[in-house]
């Protein structure tokens, strides 16, 4: 056999052959069954490793090459539908680094990773040229605290409705609070993250300025000093289940506030950003460019958005 695949090219295919069979491969045996280094053997299974990563990369499905630790050897395995691609690896990359939404080496450390684990090695270097001016370029958010490690406890209490108790620091009065809270979902918006959830044992009239409000409560989450998931639960009624995405749809900044139907009158360029921005309004009528809108929303928010949209928002009303 040693003669066989003395050259590379046969040993390659040879060796590439027991793979498609199924056979789990371990480089020391190799080394005995076809007479040739450890290192030239390494070589051939890296060789196969890259042609798979290319593969995958232009037609979209295949095999990996992967180490397998327990049978401690070398074996095919179908890569998934849900492994990114490198055109998704980009988009994210983009979207991530516009967010803005977490420190400079959160955000460096979350795009090495993302490149590690889905590029082949020969593509890394054009994408890193695709994004190295706005890696260069990141500027962390002011007052944004490294926040990641918090995600793990707060989704737990999520997932098992159990009660947090929390630190926070309220910029508005550069203050820390502590609240003992029923968490109910993590939501991002406008560069942060926030945690939503209800207060407990508070007194409303003291503290809010709609005592009324019986809507849960926002925190940005890098705010939070201290995060303690306490033993003890909280129970909400699956018909008044907390619905993230219909909540999301009515907010703009994700600002508190009560519940409110609004009209106005827009006279931009592009009804479609509206609607894409408002995901609950409707036009009601449109004349001359001219569009008479309507939309449900909570909060201060749309107040802001408002203010930002100019002479294109008139006649701007609650209803």
């Not at 590029?119 to 890193?128: D, L, Q």
């Amino acid at each position: 056999m040693c003669d066989m695949y003395s050259d590379k090219i046969s040993r390659v295919l040879y060796i590439y052959s027991m793979l498609m069979r199924g056979q789990i491969l371990k480089k020391k045996e190799l080394v005995q069954d076809i007479g040739v280094s450890a290192r030239s053997i390494q070589r051939d299974l890296e060789n196969i490793r890259d042609f798979l990563d290319k593969k995958y990369v232009k037609e979209g499905y295949g095999s990996q090459l992967i180490y397998n630790y327990h049978e401690k050897g070398y074996c095919l395995e179908e890569y998934t539908q849900l492994r990114l691609s490198y055109d998704e690896v980009l988009a994210i990359s983009k979207i991530l680094l516009e967010s803005r939404a977490f420190t400079k080496r959160e955000m460096m450390y979350i795009l090495d990773k993302l490149i590690e684990d889905y590029i082949p090695w020969e593509s890394r270097a054009a994408i890193n040229d695709m994004l190295n001016n706005e890696r260069f370029h990141y500027i962390e958010l002011c007052n944004c605290n490294a926040f990641l490690d918090k995600l793990t406890p707060l989704s737990q209490a999520i997932r098992e409705n159990r009660i947090i108790r929390i630190k926070y620091d309220k910029l508005e009065e550069s203050a820390t609070v502590e609240r003992r809270l029923e968490p109910l979902a993590i939501l991002f918006s406008e560069y942060y993250f926030y945690l939503v959830g209800f207060i407990e044992n508070m007194n409303k009239t003291e503290t809010f300025e709609n005592s009324e409000d019986i809507f849960p409560t926002i925190y940005r989450i890098d705010q939070i000093q201290h995060i303690e998931v306490l033993e003890e639960h909280f129970r909400i009624p699956y018909a008044n289940r907390f619905e993230e995405g219909e909540y999301r749809k009515h907010f703009q900044y994700l600002y508190d506030g009560k519940p409110q139907k609004v009209r106005f009158k827009y006279t931009g360029t592009s009804v479609e950003s509206v609607l894409d921005y408002l995901p609950t309004a409707r036009i009601l009528n449109e004349e001359n460019g001219v569009y008479l809108m309507e939309a449900e929303v909570f909060g201060k928010g749309i107040d802001m958005w408002v203010r930002s949209q100019g002479d294109n928002i008139t006649e701007f009303q609650v209803i």
